[in-house]
């Protein structure tokens, strides 16, 4: 059984950075996406970034290209997400996720296309 567990969160002045981190335990091939995505109140999930473990493609929405980094250790174990100039509306629960996908693409960015998850890390940006 795999499971997904974040940490790195934290409350950070906009502008700041943190590093997300997420353990997967259980067997995982490389056939598999594993994702960030984020939660505000009273929001929908979105997707904030991927990467096939396979070949370490990665892919990211608009809103955080060019600020935020998704990457993986050489164990394929760890995932991180490093946040760069942070801002207030990148404030909410951030969650891991891994989507099981022997085809790489097209990349899956839909909560219903990830079949495990974390509990989440709570991220906030103070203005």
């Known amino acids: 059984q795999v499971q997904l567990v974040e940490s790195g969160g934290g409350s950070v002045q906009a502008g700041g950075s943190l590093r997300l981190s997420c353990v997967v335990s259980?067997?995982?091939?490389?056939?598999?996406?594993r994702a960030w995505f984020r939660q505000a109140p009273g929001k929908e999930r979105e997707w904030v970034a991927a990467?096939?473990?396979?070949?370490?493609?990665?892919y990211y929405t608009d809103s955080v290209k060019g600020r935020f980094s998704i990457s993986q250790d050489d164990s394929k174990i760890t995932l991180y997400l490093q946040m760069n100039n942070l801002k207030p509306e990148d404030t909410g629960m951030y969650y891991c996720?891994?989507?099981?996908?022997?085809?790489?693409?097209?990349?899956?960015?839909?909560?219903?296309?990830?079949?495990?998850w974390g509990q989440g890390t709570q991220v906030t940006v103070a203005s």
């Open positions: 996720a891994a989507a099981y996908r022997p085809v790489a693409l097209p990349a899956p960015i839909l909560p219903g296309e990830y079949g495990y």
């Open positions: 259980g067997y995982m091939s490389s056939n598999y996406y």
């Open positions: 990467i096939y473990v396979r070949g370490g493609s990665t």
